[in-house]
């Protein structure tokens, strides 16, 4: 079992331009979420989706952030347009779900960076 | 909408030293709860987790977290803390509610020095 997998593992871009985070959840695994953690705010969850369909995405913090998962293997997290603020590691999760019961399985995080 | 509280923000302490951090929930219904741990540097990892059953529950590398539902709240411990425990400790709680709904809410952390 791979776990699960985010690319890049570091980004530094300028503001103003996109940036697009990927995931690979485990196989099988049917909850995928998209975490965001800072030093003020913690870990704020922005969306998570169920079978591919997107469930709760009220943390995503305004239309410049949109999440979309095309296949139960594969999710992307955009920034358009990136801003200064918006640095930060952003944390994929997947989970098998079973109402909330199965822990979920983080990757390694991508550490964003906007100057 | 619930909530959860990590009274402690930072916590030092000696090696072999006795660990409880504190974590309370808002939420009156059923729920599922778990510890998370976070080493310098790396992803979230499950240290352990309570669904029901025995409110006593073990995690692994010796942590235990206590489930007390009239007080809310699931402490985690560990007897004897190393210097390889330094880490981010993170409390979450699921609200049960309907199938395929996802309430998930972490706490803002304990971060958790060892000295030598």
């Known amino acids: 079992d791979a776990g699960v997998i985010q690319s890049p593992r570091h980004e530094v871009t300028e503001m103003g331009q996109e940036v697009t985070l990927r995931c690979k959840p485990i196989?099988?695994?049917?909850?995928l979420f998209w975490y965001r953690q800072t030093m003020m705010r913690g870990l704020e969850l922005l969306i998570y989706?169920?079978?591919?369909?997107?469930?709760?995405d009220s943390g995503m913090p305004e239309d410049r952030f949109s999440a979309k998962m095309p296949n139960a293997s594969f999710s992307t997290l955009k920034i358009q347009p990136s801003e200064p603020r918006d640095s930060a590691v952003y944390f994929c999760?997947?989970?098998?779900?079973?109402?909330?019961?199965?822990?979920?399985?983080f990757g390694n995080g991508t550490r964003l960076t906007v100057t | 909408a619930q909530s959860v509280s990590q009274h402690n923000h930072h916590v030092i302490l000696s090696e072999a030293a006795s660990l409880e951090l504190g974590c309370n929930y808002s939420?009156?219904?059923?729920?599922?709860l778990f510890w998370y741990v976070q080493y310098p540097g790396q992803h979230l990892q499950l240290l352990l987790k309570?669904?029901?059953?025995?409110?006593l529950v073990k995690g692994i590398k010796g942590f235990e977290a206590e489930f007390i539902k009239s007080k809310f709240s699931f402490n985690l411990r560990k007897p004897s803390v190393q210097w390889s425990d330094t880490a981010e400790y993170f409390c979450?709680?699921?609200?049960?509610?309907?199938?395929?709904?996802?309430?998930?809410?972490f706490g803002k952390g304990t971060k958790l020095s060892v000295i030598p």
């Open positions: 309570y669904f029901s059953g025995d409110p």
């Open positions: 989706f169920n079978n591919n369909v997107p469930i709760d």
């Open positions: 979450a709680v699921n609200a049960v509610s309907g199938a395929g709904s996802y309430q998930l809410t």
């Open positions: 196989s099988g695994h049917d909850y």
């Open positions: 939420y009156g219904g059923t729920v599922n």
């Open positions: 999760a997947s989970s098998s779900g079973d109402r909330g019961s199965s822990p979920l399985h």
